[in-house]
């Protein structure tokens, strides 16, 4: 059984900062690739950043230069650096592992106020 478990959503104003954390747990050989989605009010989710099964990082065109996706060193775990957010911004966060099922944990909200 695997977890998928995201943290560190929250209301913050325009133009703050918020860190989201995502753990996954259980029993599994190996993680593909990890990141995270969000999903807004009537809108489709929508990839904000992950990691590939190469390493490198995919970023939505509409976050690169103010996010940024990090990796603890147990590679189990991903974080979500986000500055100068945007009301624009605001959905419920996913974090999504792909191995050889995929796994979403439950989400997390963020909103910011204008």
């Known amino acids: 059984q695997v977890h998928v478990v995201e943290s560190g959503g929250g209301l913050v104003q325009s133009g703050g900062s918020l860190r989201l954390s995502c753990a996954a747990s259980?029993?599994?050989?190996?993680?593909?690739?990890m990141g995270w989605y969000r999903q807004a009010p009537g809108k489709q989710r929508e990839l904000v950043a992950a990691?590939?099964?190469?390493?490198?990082?995919n970023y939505a065109d509409s976050v690169k230069g103010r996010f940024t996706i990090s990796r603890g060193n147990a590679k189990n775990t991903v974080y979500l650096q986000m500055n100068s957010l945007k009301p624009e911004d605001t959905g419920v966060y996913y974090c999504?592992?792909?191995?050889?099922?995929?796994?979403w944990g439950q989400g997390t909200q963020v909103t910011v106020s204008s």
């Open positions: 999504r592992a792909t191995m050889s099922s995929d796994y």
């Open positions: 990691f590939t099964s190469g390493g490198t990082t």
């Open positions: 259980g029993i599994f050989f190996r993680i593909n690739t």
